[in-house]
């Protein structure tokens, strides 16, 4: 489908942030409240990564990785409280959730080109009712005409932690320390590449969650949903009316 067509289609609500913030969370409980679709939008930069790390393409062969990203189709559902992530038939959640993935997904996204054919595939994701996208740069880059943009942000030690209990919870073994440098060296090449930088958009609304239980960072985003519909509901023009009945 054409990617204006696309993008023209359904309301999009943009959830981004750095790594460990809780996104996730937030995407999931909004798409299941609403009855919405949702998009793990790094889920597509991993399984890039996975890719290139299982074809030994390295992260800095940029023509190789565009070969390897071009017709990248995802679906994501939400089963239990678990997403998961379908891939030529397979859902890869746990394989691209290992943090060398990680790692190799945030090197291969500073590269422009690469990143083009992935923010193709993330538009494509972009269909009614409506979306939730969770990301970096769903606010400013992939859906900048977004409804409605929050950024969530936290310590890096309060991500640290929070990333430590989902891995363990998964059964993977890592240590404190190395998430803590693995994150803070992600965050680094992802809030200074040069290309689509993970910075808050203008229009975002800021939410600092370190020292915030999860319960209350879903009580704010739902109590900021409400409003917007309200807003919409009220604005007899708006294309996009949301349904107030959802919530
Ligand atoms: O969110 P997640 O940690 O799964 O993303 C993995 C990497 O993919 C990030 O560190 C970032 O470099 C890249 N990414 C991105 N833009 C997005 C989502 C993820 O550049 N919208």
Redesign the pocket.
């Known amino acids: 489908m054409n990617d204006r067509l696309a993008t023209r289609k359904a309301p999009v609500i943009a959830v ?1 942030g750095p ?2 913030v809780g ?1 996730g969370d937030v995407s999931q409980f909004l798409a299941a409240t609403l009855g919405w679709r949702i998009m ?7 399984i890039l ?1 996975h890719k290139a790390l299982a074809s030994k393409v390295s992260t800095d062969d940029v023509p190789r990785l565009c070969a390897l990203a071009s017709d990248m189709e995802v679906n994501f559902t939400i089963e239990g409280d678990a997403l998961q992530v379908i891939y030529e038939g397979m859902d890869i959640g746990d394989a ?1 959730r290992r943090e060398e993935v ?1 790692v190799a ?3 291969l ?2 590269w422009p080109e690469v ?1 083009l054919r ?1 923010v193709r595939a ?1 538009r494509r994701q972009r269909r009614a009712p409506g979306l939730v996208a ?5 606010g400013t880059e ?1 859906f900048p005409d977004a409804e409605l943009k929050l950024f969530l942000d936290a310590s890096v030690e309060a991500r640290a932690r929070r990333r430590f209990e989902q891995l363990k919870a998964l059964g993977f073994s890592v240590s404190l320390d190395s998430l803590l440098q693995s994150i803070s060296q ?1 965050d680094e ?2 809030r200074t ?1 040069k290309h ?1 930088p ?1 910075v808050a958009a203008q229009d975002a609304i800021v939410i600092d969650t370190t020292r915030m239980a999860r319960e209350s960072v879903r009580e704010q985003v739902l109590a900021i949903v409400q409003e917007k519909v309200q807003e919409k509901a009220l604005d007899k023009q708006g294309q996009n009316a949301w349904s107030a009945s959802a919530l």
């Open positions: 981004d790594s460990g996104k793990d939008s790094g889920a597509l930069y991993r990564a691209i990680g997904a945030s090197q996204a500073v990143r992935v993330q969770d990301g970096r740069d769903m992939v992600r090449q992802d590449r689509s993970l």
